[in-house]
């Protein structure tokens, strides 16, 4: 019996990306797999690392204020639409996956015209103006959070979200592997799949404290600054791929990091306690702030802190367990990973 073709959509950065890779995974042997991405994004490595076929389309980014580029980014949106087509019109796909991007846009026009069912997954707690555009063709749309239900009406089902499993290491075996000690606190420090300029920044400015009491693992995001340090207690990352992640949550005590869902939905299935610095003027303050109401994380807005501030908020919470683990268990709560999204992709391969 031939197997249905699920075709998966998202790039740029990795946040669309891992919770898609984790739907592969969990449905592997149960359907084919085809990805659409962008030509020269972070995710091409990975994907293909997975064993999914990649094709890169063009695509655009609508700017919500006046700017050239949106000319541009129209034709490129077109062409998307169009290199789409090619590629989903002979291979008949029956079901098309995004979990929002912009690189998905013109590509679930064009599998709906190719005859599939859509499937939308919306992550952040702010609605994304790909998954916006992307709705009026979409079957089902899944969010992760209640306030979403009231934003895509009667075609919204809450189901959380997955996240990749590659095991969950004991604390002992992750800091012997990445060479630490797992007699001193231990820091992971990270932006997202791309890294953080400005926590990045002050780290940088603090270390000088923090070197005193801590070892940190910083991931920069490939190509940016990174401390001025040559302590055995720092290690740095441009990028990290998922295994090694994988033992640097283990391995850590507490977590800086920005409100993107990708790491968010892995902070709580690791059950980390974690200082949350949303990116200024972005959907991530919407992501944060159930996360501050629910006593889940410390939020705090990156315009309150500098390098002496955030050091003495992670010196705060490393000598707290109480806290720590308080935290920790609330955002797991708060974002448990279900089989809800699994349940309804099945549903629409009917």
């Not at 239900?149 to 592997?177: E, I």
């Not at 926590?199 to 940016?224: F, Y």
């Not at 000598?319 to 629409?348: F, H, M, Q, Y």
Request: glycine share 10%; proline share 5%.
């Amino acid at each position: 019996m031939k197997k249905p073709l699920i075709v998966l959509s998202g790039g740029g950065t990795l946040g669309s990306v891992m919770p898609l890779l984790a739907v592969a995974e969990t449905l592997r042997s149960e359907a084919d797999w085809l990805w659409l991405g962008s030509h020269h994004g972070v995710e091409r490595a990975i994907i293909e690392s997975a064993g999914i076929a990649y094709i890169g389309i063009s695509g655009g980014k609508w700017r919500r204020y006046g700017d050239w580029r949106n000319l541009r980014d129209l034709f490129l949106i077109a062409l998307g639409f169009f290199q789409s087509w090619y590629h989903l019109a002979g291979r008949h796909p029956d079901l098309f996956i995004s979990a929002g991007s912009y690189i998905s846009l013109p590509s679930a026009w064009a599998a709906k015209l190719c005859g599939s069912r859509v499937l939308l997954h919306q992550l952040d707690a702010r609605p994304g103006l790909a998954n916006v555009l992307m709705a009026p063709v979409a079957d089902k749309i899944t969010v992760v959070w209640s306030k979403s239900l009231a934003d895509y009406g009667r075609k919204a089902v809450k189901t959380g979200s997955l996240v990749r499993d590659f095991g969950h290491p004991d604390k002992l075996s992750a800091c012997h592997h990445l060479q630490l000690s797992p007699d001193r606190p231990i820091i992971l420090v990270m932006g997202g799949g791309t890294g953080a300029a400005d926590i990045n920044s002050m780290l940088a400015e603090g270390w000088p404290d923090l070197d005193k009491c801590c070892q940190v693992i910083h991931i920069t995001g490939r190509g940016k600054q990174a401390v001025d340090a040559e302590s055995s207690d720092y290690h740095r990352y441009g990028l990290m791929e998922p295994p090694v992640l994988a033992m640097a949550y283990a391995a850590s005590d507490v977590v800086v990091s920005r409100a993107g869902m990708g790491s968010i939905l892995d902070l709580a299935a690791w059950a980390k306690p974690a200082i949350i610095i949303p990116l200024p003027h972005s959907h991530q303050i919407d992501n944060a702030t159930p996360i501050l109401s629910a006593n889940a994380g410390v939020v705090v807005e990156q315009s309150a802190l500098d390098g002496k501030l955030l050091v003495a908020l992670i010196k705060d919470l490393v000598a707290d367990e109480t806290k720590c683990k308080k935290l920790g268990t609330n955002l797991k709560r708060l974002l448990a990973s279900d089989n809800g999204l699994v349940d309804e992709i099945k549903k629409l391969l009917v």
